[in-house]
């Protein structure tokens, strides 16, 4: 079963992701939590899990400025694709500390 990230915005954060504008962007935030519930629906059907990625406006508007990439629904997927993976490092690297320690 592999861990697949899905991005998550807080319902306070939507209309500044709005603003950058993001493209893509359901009109309301009902709209994209919607469509990430769908979206976390077929990973689990697919027999995966998904792990929501919460992500802020601002760090995605610099994310896309550095790359210069466009504010778009792929360029979001890149960025949570790369917290996921610090993450995913982060926590894998504490599993190891904690086991270490067991064994201590």
């Given at each position: 079963m592999a861990r697949l990230p899905v991005p998550a915005i807080?319902?306070?954060?939507?209309?500044?992701?709005r603003r950058i504008?993001?493209?893509g962007l359901p009109g309301t935030f009902a709209g994209w939590d919607i469509d990430r519930d769908e979206e976390?629906?077929?990973?689990?059907?697919?027999?995966?899990h998904a792990v929501r990625v919460e992500?802020?406006?601002n760090e995605f508007a610099a994310f896309c400025r550095a790359g210069k990439k466009?504010?778009?629904?792929?360029?979001?997927a890149d960025f949570v694709?790369?917290?996921f993976r610090r993450q995913?490092?982060?926590?894998a690297r504490v599993a190891m500390l904690?086991?270490?320690?067991?064994r201590e």
């Open positions: 807080r319902r306070q954060d939507y209309e500044s992701f504008p993001t493209h976390a629906d077929k990973i689990a059907a697919a027999g995966d992500i802020g406006p466009r504010a778009d629904l792929l360029s979001m694709a790369e917290i995913e490092h982060e926590r904690n086991a270490s320690k067991k």
